[in-house]
């Protein structure tokens, strides 16, 4: 079955510092990871893919298959980086369907 | 363009009741996905619509059903609500049905008492 794992529920740090959101998978086929965030008072919205690997707004992620993860990471974290995270797993078939995680409060304090 | 719309913004229902959640997609989007979100978790997929018809379902129970519209407007039904129905209820948009970029909608939140 396919599912999606985040292990934290609350990442507090202090601006500047190096943030790691931390994201696991299990998927039988090829995977296809996002990363999706959420400003307070705002829509869930896409972030960043695994295939384009590019970097949004300074993060970065690497998909890892040898140990099924795809960690989000910022060298220098912004008070305005304080979002919700969730990442989620593509899953094809006659259609798609994403597969999200609990999602990761991230706190960046001043 | 407004993006995705959703109506209601909240509703408060009675168990055993029947609710009907509406969508419409972002202008010149063509596919509607349903999801799910109870408090403190990440959204579930529901089931995803294209050219009218049900491409593909998450584990959800019969209860749960859906329509597209020919302009590509969605419902989302649910019968015989149950208390753990109560859920904040995402539409997300996208043009065509493998486009890996949706634009999600602000939700309606359901309320089952």
């Known amino acids: 079955a396919q599912r999606v794992t985040q292990p934290e529920k609350l990442l507090s740090v202090f601006k500047g510092a190096p943030v790691e959101l931390k994201c696991n998978y299990s998927y039988s086929g090829s995977p296809e990871l996002f990363w999706y965030v959420q400003y307070s008072r705002q829509r869930l919205q896409l972030l960043l893919r695994?295939?384009s690997r590019e970097s949004i707004k300074g993060f970065t992620a690497d998909l890892n298959k040898g140990e099924t993860s795809f960690h989000l990471k910022k060298p220098f974290a912004q008070e305005e980086d304080s979002a919700m995270y969730y990442c989620?797993?593509?899953?094809?078939?006659?259609?798609?369907?994403?597969?999200f995680g609990p999602g990761t409060r991230l706190s960046v304090l001043p | 363009d407004a993006g995705v719309t959703q109506s209601p913004t909240h509703l408060i229902k009675t168990r055993g009741q029947q609710v009907t959640l509406r969508c419409s997609p972002k202008?010149?989007?063509?596919?509607v996905s349903w999801y799910q979100q109870a408090l403190g978790q990440g959204p579930q997929f529901i089931f995803q619509?294209?050219?009218?018809?049900?491409?593909q379902r998450g584990n959800f129970p019969d209860r749960f059903s859906g329509h597209q519209f020919p302009n590509y407007s969605s419902e989302l039904n649910v019968n015989a609500l149950l208390l753990g129905d109560s859920a904040l209820y995402l539409c997300a948009s996208s043009l065509g049905v493998q486009a890996y970029e949706q634009y999600f909608g602000p939700g309606t939140r359901l309320t089952v008492t």
């Open positions: 202008s010149g989007h063509d596919t």
């Open positions: 989620a797993l593509k899953v094809r078939g006659y259609g798609q369907n994403f597969v």
């Open positions: 695994h295939i």
């Open positions: 619509y294209y050219e009218e018809e049900e491409r």
